[in-house]
């Protein structure tokens, strides 16, 4: 499994990451020109932005998931799956706090 992803900074000073999950066998597919529409992608990824304060550095951050699920109509999510897709948002946000050393508001 490999990962694609882009990122850029904006003139507002906003950043954006967007990240994709790839497997190998479907990328060797995509490289030799074969027939791609069939491959799942689902990017994911979050922005950061300023909030706008005059106080002095407050940043506001998106999150957005794309994820695949096979066999459920969205009206019957689970409560397992709702629970799956809050830890997954929960963990990242955390992540994205620690890496750049944000102090918790908890």
Known sequence: MLILQESCIDSSSAALVIYTPVDLPALNIAMSGQDTSYI???????????????????????????IMVSGLQPAKLNMESMETVNNL??????????????????
């Open 40 to 66: 799942p992608i689902l990017p994911s990824g979050f922005a950061i932005s300023p909030d706008g304060s005059s106080k002095g550095g407050g940043s506001l951050i998106t999150v957005g998931f794309q």
């Open 89 to 106: 948002i929960n963990t990242t946000v955390h992540q994205i706090k620690t890496t750049l050393n944000c102090p918790s508001t908890a």
